[in-house]
């Protein structure tokens, strides 16, 4: 399969791991729209969040702890996170990753 995500998950791509769990890995965005900028993802391809809450709950579920926990590390005082799915959406990707945005303000409604 030719995802990106799965080959930076297999070691064949670069990429700074922050959290290597059993199910779960992030890393930081390689185009950061904010300060910070982290990705959050299941190890299993999965091509957007509503399959993963379909398929492996437990995960998605991980997905927003190591949220948390990073963003408690990074002492964001708010942060955003965001699934963008379908290319509509501006989802470029299609393995399910949830966007760890901080450092800065946002506005609403989102661009
Ligand atoms: P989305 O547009 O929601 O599918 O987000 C995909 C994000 O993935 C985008 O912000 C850029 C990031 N990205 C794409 N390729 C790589 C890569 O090889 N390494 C890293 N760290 N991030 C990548």
Redesign the pocket.
Known sequence: MNC??C??IAGE?P??LLVDSNHVVA???????APT?I?ILPKRHVENAAELAEVDPDALKEIFKVAKKLAGELNLPGYRT???TGEA??????HA?L?LLGGRSFSWPPG
């Open positions: 990106i995500f080959k930076i791509i990429a700074k890393f930081p965005d390689l185009n950061p729209v900028h990705l965001v699934f963008n959406a501006g989802q470029s990707v299609f990753h966007h």
